[in-house]
């Protein structure tokens, strides 16, 4: 199980970059936030979630381990999956989203697509 990597960025998409490290590229999704921060070229490094599935391996990447760690967590709402918890994150910082949910809010998680009233009411 793959957990952190740290290579230099040959390609990039609205929602990956193509991760060198050691001759090996990997494909990292990543969220809409971090996307104008990384450049082709640049040296980058990610704390992963590597979710293995019968039909998919993918890896998520995250900037810090706190960030990492709020994405299992909104992994663990029944009717988030692994997109659905990178959007959220793409939409504000950890914090402004945990306030967000603790005030009762469901208004910022209804941005992401595939987030209905009831799952963020959740």
């Not at 967000?100 to 941005?111: F, H």
Request: glycine letters at 10%.
């Amino acid at each position: 199980m793959l957990s952190f990597l740290r290579g230099k960025i040959l390609n990039k998409s609205q929602n990956f970059v193509i991760l060198e490290v050691n001759n090996i590229g990997y494909q990292v999704f990543i969220n809409a936030g971090m996307y104008a921060d990384l450049n082709i070229g640049q040296e980058a490094e990610f704390y992963l979630y590597h979710n293995v599935r019968e039909d998919a391996d993918d890896l998520y990447g995250f900037k810090d381990f706190a960030e990492l760690e709020f994405f299992k967590l909104l992994l663990s709402v029944s009717g988030v999956g692994p997109k659905s918890a990178l959007g959220i994150l793409g939409l504000a910082s950890v914090t402004d989203i945990k306030e967000s949910i603790g005030a009762g809010d469901p208004s910022l998680l209804n941005k992401v697509s595939g987030i209905g009233k009831k799952t963020a009411e959740r």
